[in-house]
């Protein structure tokens, strides 16, 4: 009975060991006698019992390794670099994964380090920013041609980082500082010279105007004094007389303008009533004057007496 017992025991153990499961996106290699058999894939599997085992399993999902890297540009600028790798088993090439490469990660690191620096000292460092795609493609087009022969694939190369030196992030700062505040300056002068131009432009429209006013009001004046004389004559007082007065009440009126407000600009000299007269009469000579002068300009001058005139008068 004990021995039934042991041999019931050790069918069962047999029989459980004769089953195994994979997971999903996992691929087990299986080994009889220490050497390769098969590779099973995700679901319920069967093995020989003490001749098969699992030897390992295998990732297939994509997995992704980062790589940093110190390199120098054609500038003489270190920077480091951050390439990351994703790649992936083959699904049919789970054997060559397994026993051709012992330490894919390092394989792969030791692939990005000789492109890296085959072709980043070859380029500026603005450039490596502008290019790092290429860098990218050219990483990856080698890893493609290197790791397919072991089982892997690389889905894609990435850029991830670039990191320049310290001092030299400092001097790019300050260089884009300067360039912001030149382009700032440069829009700051052109919007004070719009403000100027129209400052101008209003003082110009104001100018303009005050003049049309000015003129209207010398002009309604002029009517006002036409008016004035015009009435002072229908009562006998002659066109002199008329003026001199019509001066004097402008004068009063200005006084009056000036003593009305304690803020007026306004200053009148001289202010005494024989002072309005005296620049009527100076008007009055510089008008005489100015046509005497525009006559003898037309060529009229006067006629110098004759011989004949002169004896004439001797005569008499």
Known sequence: MTYLGIIVFIGLVTLFASFFTVKQETAAIVERLGKFHSVRHAGLQLKIPYLDRISKRMNLRIQQLDVMIDTKTLDNVFVKMKISVQFQVIRTQVA????RL???HDQITSYVFDVVRAEVPKLKLDDVFLKKDDIAIAVK???QEAMQSYG??????LVTDIDPD???KHAMNRINAAEREKTAAEYESEAQRIRIVAVAKAEAESKKLQGQGIADQRREIAKGLEESVRMLNNVNINSHEASALIVVT?????LHSVGASNRSNLVLLP????AASGMLNDLVA???TANTVGEMTKGNYPKPPNDHDHNTNNSR
């Open 286 to 288: 510089a008008m005489t």
């Open 166 to 168: 310290e001092q030299v």
């Open 152 to 157: 892997y694939d690389i889905i894609k190369a």
């Open 96 to 99: 060559d994964a397994f026993y």
């Open 141 to 143: 087009a080698e890893l």
């Open 250 to 254: 402008q004068h009063y009126d200005t």
């Open 102 to 104: 012992e330490s894919p």
């Open 271 to 274: 202010n005494s009533p024989t």
